[in-house]
């Protein structure tokens, strides 16, 4: 259930609400629309009273509504409309009047806009016109003259909702904590629907954004690449010129008025905002710094790799700094990636968005290797080649975001520990799409039976406890390859499987074989050492023993 308080000023604010509610809607949604509750439960109902003109009806209502804002003048607050609508989600059960009105007193008392017992709260009605929810209006005066006491009233009204979807057995959101991006406004929705626009506006430039600031290195190359998608900026100065803010408006959106409608960066997101855009671009980028020569999605993988390491081992801040450079580097990714995942890795950019923001300040400083390695990526996305780069990248992320959800999970965060749950569906599918091509493609070239045998031999020393399961995953042949190729390329094949082994633990991969297949072709693809380093580094593996049958079937299990 979600309840969201609009407020609304001017002389006529309580009679232009009222009339948009009894009226048709901007796109003649609402269905017999009328009254469920009231403060007195007995307030004229335009939509009840089918011997009078309903306008007249309407502007009796708003009248009644509007009697303690009346009274006291040029006093009245700025404020004097509280519209709060309450939607329940689809799968809902079709709740009834009685429980409609149930849900509107529960809602205005928590708000402190009509506390239970109260004869003198503000003046209010409950409205239905569809079967999944009502719209609340209040006026801001209480009858007594005073204002009502509505301190954070957003917050209360949500974790009453939560409460009545215990109690109506209705679906169960998760709470938030403040932190997540302003959903667009049902008037922004209409307005996409009438532009043929596939989303609303606030949405698409909170994506433009966000990808600009992933791939920018400073604030003038951010700025470009706003330009270069379409989207106007308009800077808001200081009295010493200096830019204090910026709003985001795209061309063709405009208001009644044919000017453009803009949005502040930070009603796009909390972290929009351009103080936090500067922060974020000043630590990523903190001096000049010469390209690390090398393979980037490699380095972007190893990156990814680390950060299971950070959200268990690091403080709170790196970890959560870690969690914005993983949400940027799947902002930048599908605009690399084949037009088959494209759609599938923007999903998961989306969803992600809401895990990479809490209450913990993000120590961005920390994680400017990934950063950097994806905005290398971006702007030269062909040295992946065949797919095997993205692959690779998808492999390790997919353990980062498992590892995200829990270090949510453990911080009581239920909202982006849900967002991170549904970015891992949307990286799965991506992945197996990617990951099965470059994979049949390297089992094509799988080497002779001889030589895989010996290279099982390396599988059976290096990872005894698991070396069944990767000796007959369909992987394996795949696995064989990169073997084969990093000897080719000079590498000791046993030394080199030692090593990817080594890197981190196999117990949260996926897929054994698929995990050590891209750590293999990322060693194998390094430079070799060269003969008295490869000398030193090969080691004699003595012959193993027979395992008994009792370990055997325990290791099985295991």
């Known amino acids: 259930m979600i309840p969201k308080i609009i407020l609304g000023k001017g002389p006529h604010a309580t009679r232009r609400t009222i009339g948009y509610l009894f009226g048709k809607g901007r796109a003649n949604e609402h269905i017999d629309p009328h009254l469920v509750a009231s403060w007195n439960d007995f307030a004229p109902d335009p939509g009840r009273s089918p011997h009078r003109d309903p306008k007249e009806v309407e502007a009796q209502l708003a009248a009644q509504l509007d009697q303690p804002v009346k009274m006291l003048g040029d006093k009245a ?164 010129g200096d830019a204090l803010g910026c709003n985001f408006a795209l061309p063709g959106d405009i208001n009644d008025k044919g000017e453009p409608v803009f949005y502040a960066g930070s009603t796009l997101a909390g972290d929009l905002s351009l103080p936090k855009i500067r922060q974020r671009l000043t630590t990523t980028t903190p001096e000049p710094k010469a390209v690390r020569p090398g393979n980037p999605w490699h380095q972007a993988t190893a990156a990814t790799e680390r950060i299971p390491h950070h959200l268990t081992r690091s403080s709170d801040e790196v970890a959560q700094g870690q969690l914005a450079a993983l949400g940027a580097a799947f902002d930048l990714l599908p605009l690399t990636a084949p037009a088959t995942v494209r759609a599938e890795l923007e999903r998961a950019a989306v969803a992600f968005e809401r895990a990479t923001r809490s209450r913990i300040a993000a120590d961005d400083a920390s994680a400017c290797a990934l950063r950097r390695s994806v905005q290398a990526i971006w702007k030269d996305p062909a040295r992946d080649g065949d797919g095997a780069g993205l692959a690779m990248l998808l492999d390790v992320a997919l353990t980062a975001v498992a590892y ?155």
């Open 77 to 240: 607050p700025k404020y004097t409309v509280w519209h709060c609508p309450v939607r329940a989600a689809p799968e809902d059960p079709i709740l009834t009047d009685a429980q409609w009105a149930d849900i509107a007193r529960r809602i205005v008392a928590a708000a402190g806009i009509a506390p239970e017992g109260d004869a003198e709260a503000c003046r209010w009605v409950a409205v239905r016109h569809a079967d999944d929810h009502i719209h609340i209006a209040a006026t801001l005066v209480r009858q007594d003259g005073r204002r009502p006491q509505r301190d954070y009233d957003q917050r209360a009204v949500q974790r009453e909702a939560r409460q009545i979807e215990v109690d109506y057995r209705l679906r169960r959101l998760k709470p938030g904590d403040g932190t997540a991006a302003k959903r667009p406004t049902s008037k922004e929705h209409f307005k996409a629907k009438r532009l043929g626009q596939e989303a609303a506006t606030r949405d698409v430039l909170r994506l433009r954004v966000r990808r600009a600031v992933a791939a920018a290195t400073d604030e003038a190359e951010f700025f470009a690449l706003l330009e270069a998608t379409g989207v106007t900026v308009r800077l808001k100065r200081g009295p010493s």
């Open 404 to 558: 995200a959800m829990h270090w949510h999970r453990t911080r009581q965060h239920p909202q982006q520990q849900a967002a991170a749950e549904q970015t891992l569906i949307h990286l799965q599918a991506a992945y197996v799409q990617i990951a099965g091509p470059v994979l049949a493609g390297l089992a094509s070239r799988a080497p002779s039976p001889q030589t895989k045998r010996r290279y099982a031999q390396h599988v059976q020393q290096a990872v005894p406890e698991h070396a069944e399961g990767i000796l007959t995953d369909p992987a394996w042949d795949a696995l064989a390859t990169v073997l084969a190729e990093a000897e080719a390329a000079g590498h000791n094949a046993a030394t080199v499987l030692d090593r990817a082994v080594s890197q981190r633990t196999l117990d949260d991969a996926h897929r054994l074989a698929r995990a050590l297949t891209w750590r293999v072709r990322h060693l194998g693809e390094r430079h070799a050492p060269g003969p008295r380093a490869q000398a030193v580094n090969t080691r004699h593996v003595p012959e193993q023993p027979a395992v008994p049958p009792a370990q055997e079937h325990q290791a099985r299990r295991r």
